[in-house]
């Protein structure tokens, strides 16, 4: 399927910086989901978007959706050492169950 | 880990010999998807299925094969003909088969092959 691309590929930061993921499509998204996975670990579902311009928070989680359905980021405020790990975008095509096509991911290493 | 099951976490094989990894969920739900996850690639779609008795190749089929005889089960067989085995193979699924359901992942295995 249509790939979606995230940058950067690694962040490294230091604890209590911010951090910021961004995913791009050239197509139109009906949505898009973001998921985490811990080192060693599987995806998590973190959150989902549908509306145009939408906004949703999750306590120091900041996820974006752009005007264009074409784009996505994903900040985090003061990071801790429990924001390690890959953070993924991931969209269905659109028009039936085919599976999410995910990016690459972000790795988000973070130094004490 | 959200009732999805898979089983050996790890598992090691020789080259040109067919495997199966175990994918069991008690959730209900009527999709299931397997991915393969290698380092700097992300998460591509190997087989998914809507419901039983039916399944779908995704983007990277070629040498695996899928069974959905039960809407509990959805194993993955690894056959020779798969150039490159060895990979984090990832077994998740979701209440509905539209585009807005949120996706639970099992722990995955890790094959390896010798």
């Known amino acids: 399927g249509q790939q979606v691309m995230q940058i950067p590929q690694y962040q490294h930061v230091q604890e209590g910086e911010d951090f910021t993921t961004y995913c791009n499509s050239s197509?139109?998204?009906?949505?898009i989901q973001w998921y985490k996975q811990r080192p060693g670990g599987h995806p998590v579902f973190l959150i989902q978007l549908v509306k145009s311009g939408e906004v949703k928070k999750q306590k120091r989680l900041t996820f974006q959706f752009g005007e264009a359905k074409k784009n996505s980021s994903l900040h985090i405020t003061a990071t801790q050492t429990t924001d390690v790990g890959t953070y993924f975008c991931a969209k269905y095509s659109g028009g039936g169950a085919d599976g999410l096509t995910f990016g690459k991911g972000t790795h988000l290493i973070i130094q004490p | 880990d959200g009732g999805i099951t898979q089983s050996p976490k790890y598992l090691f094989r020789k080259e040109g010999q067919n495997v199966t990894l175990s994918c069991e969920q008690n959730l209900n739900h009527d999709a299931m998807y397997w991915y393969r996850q290698d380092p700097g690639q992300g998460l591509r779609l190997i087989y998914y299925?809507?419901?039983?008795?039916?399944?779908q190749k995704g983007d990277i089929a070629e040498g695996y094969s899928v069974s959905r005889e039960k809407k509990e089960s959805f194993p993955l067989t690894v056959t020779s003909a798969q150039k490159n085995p060895t990979a984090f193979y990832l077994c998740a699924s979701s209440a509905g088969a539209g585009g807005t359901d949120t996706q639970y992942f099992g722990p995955g295995t890790r094959l390896t092959v010798l």
């Open positions: 197509t139109t998204l009906s949505n």
């Open positions: 299925s809507q419901i039983v008795n039916d399944f």
